[in-house]
């Protein structure tokens, strides 16, 4: 059985989880609190971080854009980077906006800051963070609006793998009541049509004990 070594709160974990979804390769998930830095996950992935893909032949791949082009390389259809190259290298281009400056500029101001510190019991949110995450999202929910009123899905006309990045980072968010919806309908429409398909089934069924859901995130109609 292949596993998946994850956080339910984790960006990257979630991209994974959305990919699997959407190419139907069933895998086992394996919580993991990677700040635990347990021995036998350190073997797996030297780097200590979540998530980590163990295939049934025992290959194991770290990192979520290792694993999402493995799984594109070897996993069955949909594919989701493009077979043109200019539409290939901007679902990678956007993929790569969210994992490392949305990541940056909103996720861990926002989410580290509020929910992951307090997993770790390493102390309180910093306010400063809080409310340069709350100002940055703003910006990228613009931006993601933007895009749509031009475009069928984030990178072009196809599904593709920006668009899991792209909502994986912001799914975090939305767990915890803080993406601003009002204030782009072109983004909110996008992420609703994401939302509801089965792919994205498990990730609106995730509870963290202590941290219950906002009563919207789970609302396809929300
Ligand atoms: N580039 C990595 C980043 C993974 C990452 O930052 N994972 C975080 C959770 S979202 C983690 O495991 N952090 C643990 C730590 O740094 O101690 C990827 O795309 O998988």
């Known amino acids: 059985m292949r596993r998946l070594f994850h956080l339910p709160l984790s960006p990257f974990s979630r991209k994974v989880r959305l990919v699997l ?15 635990d830095r347990r021995i036998d996950f350190l073997r797996l992935n030297p780097a200590g971080e979540v998530p980590v893909f163990v295939d049934e032949d025992g290959q194991t791949i770290a990192d979520s854009t290792a694993i999402c082009e493995y799984l594109e390389e070897t996993g069955p259809t949909p594919l989701l980077l493009p077979s043109d190259s200019i539409d290939r290298a901007e679902a990678r281009r ?12 909103v996720t861990v101001n926002l989410v580290y800051e509020r929910v992951n510190k307090r997993l770790m019991k390493a102390g309180y949110p910093d306010s400063a963070c ?10 990228h929910l613009e931006y993601v609006g933007w895009l749509m009123e031009g475009r069928n899905w984030l990178a072009g006309d196809q599904l593709s793998i920006a668009d899991f990045a792209a909502a994986a980072h912001l799914s975090c968010l939305d767990y915890c009541g803080d993406v601003p919806w009002e204030i782009s309908p072109p983004a909110k429409d996008w992420y609703a049509r994401l939302k509801s398909r089965p ?24």
Request: glycine share 6%; with cysteine.
């Open 130 to 139: 809080v409310k340069a995450g709350a100002k940055n999202v703003k910006y």
């Open 21 to 35: 979804g959407e190419k139907r390769i069933e895998t086992e998930l394996v919580e993991e609190l990677p700040w």
């Open 199 to 222: 792919c994205f089934r498990p990730l609106l069924a995730d509870h963290i004990p202590g941290f219950p859901s906002k009563p919207h995130y789970s609302d396809l109609d929300f």
């Open 94 to 105: 956007l993929a790569g906006w969210f994992d490392s400056k949305f990541h940056r500029e």
